[in-house]
């Protein structure tokens, strides 16, 4: 077998559409498509976020998180669409990741949940870490396990489907997808952590970052964004109204 591809040293700039939802000197908000991943890795060595905004910011990207994750605060997974923060400066590198690590940046994401949860609202406060025997995978876990903090909201009942609103109080990685699978109702699309027979139509879970609020780094302003459902998830909500009425 050939050796595995080594890991990019560093991400190339490449002229990739960028949906910019704000920009100012020190950070930029994008709207990041499903489907996309959001810096290089090994087996998405490019066309990620990172190398569009190369192309977008050439060197104006914070150096805190090196040459492979320029300007990138938190992420998003590849399927996940919605609304990312980036940093210009290290200056706003370091104000957000502060805001972060305190938990004061507001985020809330809409989700389909496969069955529909029987609290109205609720919350799911279990630790998450790597998954013991499988390492793609994320669990609810004690060993290794960061505290993992998820409020959840029913907005809408279908037959079999819920949409929900979730905040995230931490960032922990597929924090939405393993919480909520944790309380027997996964996301629908999610070929990971939900059902053997998962909805291949939608191309991943259905989750989308909506609404972020954080305090600007320089202006100590609050910034506040809101990004409309994309085609694939308002497509699906429509057809589970038409279909799937509870």
């Known amino acids: 077998a050939d050796p595995p591809a080594p890991e990019p040293i560093e991400a190339q700039p490449q002229d990739i559409p960028l949906d910019v939802v704000y920009e100012d000197g020190e950070l930029l908000v ?19 976020l990172v190398n569009a905004l190369l192309a977008h910011c050439g060197d104006g990207l914070s150096s805190i998180n090196g040459k492979i ?45 496969v069955g529909v949860p029987r609290d109205e609202r609720g919350r799911v406060d279990a630790p998450i ?11 609810v876990t004690e060993k290794n396990g960061k505290r993992a903090v998820t409020d959840y909201a029913v907005t809408e ?13 931490t960032g922990r990685t597929h924090q939405i997808r393993v919480h909520m699978a944790s309380t027997g109702h996964p996301l629908a699309g999610d070929a990971v ?8 139509s939608l191309n991943g ?3 989308h970052a909506k609404e972020l609020g954080f305090v600007h780094p320089r202006t100590g302003e609050w910034m506040q964004f809101d990004s409309p459902l994309p085609p694939y998830f308002a497509d699906f909500i429509t057809r589970l109204r038409k279909e799937h009425r509870a």
């Open 30 to 48: 994008v709207n990041k498509p499903q489907g996309m991943v959001v810096h290089p890795a090994p087996g998405n060595p490019d066309g990620t």
């Open 157 to 169: 009942r279908f037959c079999g489907y819920s949409l929900v609103e979730c905040r995230l109080h």
């Open 69 to 113: 994750r320029p300007g990138i605060v938190h992420r998003i997974d590849k399927d996940t669409s919605g609304l990312l923060i980036v940093a210009k400066t290290d200056r706003a590198h370091r104000g957000l990741a502060e805001q972060i690590a305190v938990h004061s940046f507001e985020r809330r994401y809409d989700a389909v949940l």
């Open 193 to 200: 952590y939900g059902p053997k027979n998962c909805i291949k």
């Open 129 to 139: 870490g790597r998954h013991p025997t499988d390492r793609k995978r994320m669990a």
């Open 205 to 207: 879970q259905c989750l």
